[in-house]
């Protein structure tokens, strides 16, 4: 079988030009793919005492639920502005150019929850970020963040690991 | 155990006055509801012969990627415009004010793959609808179409039947 690195598909010149796009649709459409992928996050985290998976919107939401599910605990979105009905907690923090806002619901979480929070990719880190101290503002507590893929270039990883985060990733691509 | 729909929370005038929101996330962020809802639409679909399962964004990814998990098939999504970063066909709709678009990627299925498209909740079918053709557009044949909730009133489902798609919901709300 091919590993996960080989089967996300690189898009160059997405959403703009210089960019290399790491497109895990690939990865996600193919049954064995989905499969390594899900169970490989599950392998690590079983015996962890996970109790909520939370997942960035749009794309930790695929990932996060199946996680969710086979681990036997509670799937809960991070979401854009606007988007949950209920009472939320939001975080604003700052982009290339302007800001952007995620938001959680403020029940979302009981007091002490042992979250792992889950998004497909890590670049800069600044959603993460926002998306670990919206769980923490609604009592939850991060025993780490997942991702497919980490992109170290762009200093995420240290951004997280400095604000005292353990993160971990499928594979990585470096160097473009 | 409750009952799925016990755990669906209603949020009034969301996103505007006189709207009854149904919200799924406290259903999901429930081991059981999370367990339950993804355990009934296996169940249903495990011996259908599904080859793929397309969700569409953005709560269309939290069920369809579990599911697809538990099939054993891979997962697709269907977006928003300009979020796919690859060769894509669209689809655009109307809207009460204005229209919308989705996405498919153009290589996302074989020609003759069996598809499951879910989403969280059926009402008037618009998105939906153009999803299913949207599936059809790059090879796929839309087995069937699966909700969590149904709001029967909104005529959703009576469109999308109309229109020769076999569809299921988990539940429905009529008469608010």
């Not at 690189?10 to 793919?33: A, C, E, H, N, Y």
């Not at 993460?128 to 780490?144: D, F, P, T």
């Amino acid at each position: 079988m091919k590993a996960i690195k080989d089967m996300i598909r690189t898009v160059p010149d997405f959403p703009k030009k210089g960019i290399q796009f790491r497109d895990i649709t690939t990865l996600l459409s193919d049954p064995d793919g989905l499969r390594l992928t899900i169970d490989t996050f599950c392998e690590r985290y079983k015996d962890r005492g996970i109790e909520a998976v939370v997942g960035i919107e749009a794309r930790g939401f695929i990932l996060g639920s199946a996680v969710a599910y086979k681990l036997g605990v509670g799937f809960v979105p991070v979401r854009k502005k606007g988007k949950l009905p209920g009472n939320v907690e939001r975080f604003e923090y700052d982009l290339e150019y302007g800001t952007d806002t995620v938001e959680i619901h403020s029940d979302a979480l009981h007091k002490g929850t042992k979250v792992l929070l889950i998004d497909d990719l890590l670049a800069t880190g600044g959603t993460c970020l926002a998306a670990a101290q919206l769980v923490e503002k609604v009592g939850g507590v991060v025993e780490e963040i997942a991702f497919i893929v980490d992109l170290p270039d762009l200093k995420g990883r240290d951004r997280l690991l400095k604000r005292g985060y353990r993160i971990f990733a499928l594979c990585k691509f470096e160097g473009d």
